[in-house]
């Protein structure tokens, strides 16, 4: 499976964001999708996953401001983030898993994009 994202940039603080992720190869084998982030100097972060079926769970901290949905006839899933911090800023990337089940750990997900940037000014 090969994954895509796109869509990021910068942003003033407050503002809006949409990622997209294309997954393309063997997509039939992809259940659960999911986007991290890692920010400079810290860790890489979980920050929403989304089941085949349009289960999804997001991060406390971007609970209530970012949303995952997922189009499965175009194989991508997206990120919309609202009311954006400067504490978003980050190099967002997109992962695939085989497991039905939304987990947080990077092991739990088998492939991943590229990553993308996002920043957001204040």
């Known amino acids: 499976v090969q994954l895509q994202a796109s869509g990021g940039g910068t942003v003033q603080a407050g503002g809006s964001l949409r990622l997209s992720c294309a997954a393309s190869?063997?997509?039939?084998?992809?259940?659960?999708m999911g986007w991290f982030r890692q920010a400079p100097g810290k860790e890489r972060e979980f920050v929403a996953g989304?089941?085949?079926?349009?289960?999804?769970y997001l991060a406390h901290s971007v609970k209530g401001r970012f949303t995952i949905f997922r189009d499965n006839a175009k194989n991508t899933v997206y990120l919309q983030m609202n009311t954006l911090k400067p504490e978003d800023t980050a190099v967002y990337y997109c992962?695939?898993?085989?497991?039905?089940?939304?987990?947080?750990?990077?092991?739990?997900?088998?492939?991943w994009g590229q990553g993308t940037q996002v920043t957001v000014s204040s």
């Open positions: 989304i089941t085949y079926s349009g289960g999804a």
């Open positions: 190869g063997r997509t039939f084998s992809i259940d659960v």
């Open positions: 992962a695939a898993s085989r497991s039905s089940m939304i987990k947080s750990r990077e092991s739990d997900f088998g492939s």
